[in-house]
């Protein structure tokens, strides 16, 4: 057993030193060191090798460097040989946006180097007015068929040196129609300063013009604001529509009850429908009970269409459907049975329409109670905010 871990523990030693030699022979080991006394430089295109070196001997004690050796440049050989392709990928490079170097229009964008062959470059243009040094285009000094224009390229690495020439077709930068109007417009207003007037030309590249100015906005707004505030008014109408509608209901439904007591009073007194329904209509014009009250109203009318020779039955049945809410038609309802039947269980029915009558009723008045709850809550809402920043803003003033 003990010789096992013993072999164990030498296996995991040579592991050890077998990866140290592969790492320093992949790395190059001593052969490119300066322990050999040379310093071995990168390929073309790779960049400079940093090198940290402990030289022994400069001093009395051993001295700590660090340097940087530059990558191998090429020959004048080897430049002739790669002049072809380099000279095809600059001019894939300095296109920028132009279609092709046949017709530029836009500023090239000459680079200064190729890294991937370690060459610098430098540029030279045959006619600076046309293609700067820098590749800037100026279209204006380029007649309608374009001008050729050759750039001289130096390409170099280290002491080798090679010049090739690009040519290069400048051509006209496109423009739209409405760009040279505006050149020949910015032209006629030039052209004679002194006059009062400049004619607009009425024919451009042979298609007739009209003009016609851009006026502010200015009345059209009122037109705007007319149909708007028709809109506004059209909405207004419909909401306040809506709040008598509601008005009206809710006082019939408050009206409901009392008047079915009273009208039960009466007929258990003797009265008949017809005198108890009028006898209502008439204690309420003497008692002139404030407020809004349109159950009284339809009443004399149902009263009026009685004398005029309206059915009886039928005054009751319109009387129900002007009210509009389901308790005056169930009341209708069982007033023209009575007439219909001669009263059986009239009395009856009517009572029990009567406590139903008070249930509507005061879920009508708890209903009123919490919408006027809610709609105190934002002003209480308001008085807290307003509490907040008066008890707030002197201890902010303070740390001022």
């Given at each position: 057993m003990k010789k096992q871990k013993i072999g164990t523990y030498a296996l995991c030693v040579g592991t050890g030193i077998l990866l140290y030699l592969l790492a320093e022979l992949s790395s190059g080991g001593g052969k490119r060191g300066p322990e050999s006394g040379i310093l071995k430089r990168r390929q073309?295109?790779?960049?400079?090798?940093?090198?940290?070196?402990?030289?022994?001997?400069?001093?009395?004690?051993?001295?700590?460097?660090?340097?940087?050796?530059?990558?191998?440049?090429?020959?004048g050989v080897q430049l002739k040989e790669i002049l072809s392709q380099a000279a095809e990928l600059l001019c894939e490079r300095i296109q920028g946006e132009n279609e092709s170097l046949r017709t530029v229009s836009h500023d090239?964008?000459?680079?200064?180097?190729?890294?991937?062959?370690?060459?610098?470059?430098?540029?030279?243009?045959?006619?600076?007015?046309?293609?700067?040094?820098?590749?800037?285009?100026?279209?204006?000094?380029?007649?309608?068929?374009?001008?050729?224009?050759?750039?001289r390229a130096e390409l170099s690495s280290g002491t080798a040196k090679e010049v090739i020439e690009i040519p290069v077709t400048v051509v006209p930068e496109e423009t739209t129609v409405s760009e040279r109007f505006l050149t020949l417009l910015l032209a006629l207003l030039e052209r004679e300063p002194e006059k009062p007037e400049v004619q607009l030309p009425r024919e451009f590249?042979?298609?007739?013009?009209?003009?016609?100015?851009?006026?502010?906005?200015?009345?059209?707004?009122?037109?705007?604001?007319?149909?708007?505030?028709?809109?506004?008014?059209?909405?207004?109408?419909?909401?306040?529509?809506?709040r008598q509608k509601k008005k009206r209901e809710d006082s019939l439904l408050l009206d409901y009850p009392e008047m079915l007591s009273r009208f039960i009073v009466l007929t258990g007194a003797g009265y008949p429908i017809k005198q108890a329904f009028k006898r209502l209509s008439e204690d309420s014009?003497?008692?002139?009970?404030?407020?809004?009250?349109?159950?009284?109203?339809?009443?004399?009318?149902?009263?009026?269409?009685?004398?005029?020779?309206?059915?009886?039955?039928?005054?009751?049945?319109?009387?129900?459907?002007?009210?509009?809410?389901r308790c005056y038609m169930r009341f209708a309802s069982l007033i023209t049975s009575s007439l219909q039947t001669g009263g059986r269980n009239t009395r009856k029915l009517l009572e029990e329409e009567m406590e139903e009558a008070f249930k509507q009723r005061k879920d009508l008045a708890r209903r009123r109670g919490e919408e006027a709850s809610t709609k105190l809550l934002l002003p209480m809402f308001l008085i807290l905010g307003t509490v907040m920043i008066m008890v707030v803003a002197p201890a902010f003033l303070t740390l001022g």
């Open positions: 073309t295109g790779q960049g400079g090798e940093v090198y940290q070196i402990f030289i022994d001997g400069l001093e009395e004690e051993e001295t700590f460097v660090t340097v940087e050796v530059p990558e191998q440049k090429i020959s090239l964008e000459l680079c200064t180097g190729l890294p991937e062959y370690g060459l610098s470059v430098s540029w030279e243009s045959e006619d600076v007015n046309v293609i700067g040094s820098t590749g800037i285009v100026n279209s204006e000094q380029v007649p309608p068929e374009g001008k050729n224009v050759y750039l590249e042979g298609k007739v013009l009209s003009y016609r100015e851009k006026r502010e906005a200015g009345n059209e707004i009122l037109i705007v604001l007319g149909v708007l505030a028709a809109v506004c008014l059209s909405q207004k109408e419909k909401s306040e529509a809506g014009a003497k008692a002139k009970k404030p407020g809004f009250h349109p159950l009284y109203e339809e009443m004399q009318i149902a009263l009026n269409q009685m004398e005029t020779g309206t059915p009886e039955m039928k005054a009751y049945g319109d009387f129900g459907r002007r009210c509009g809410l």
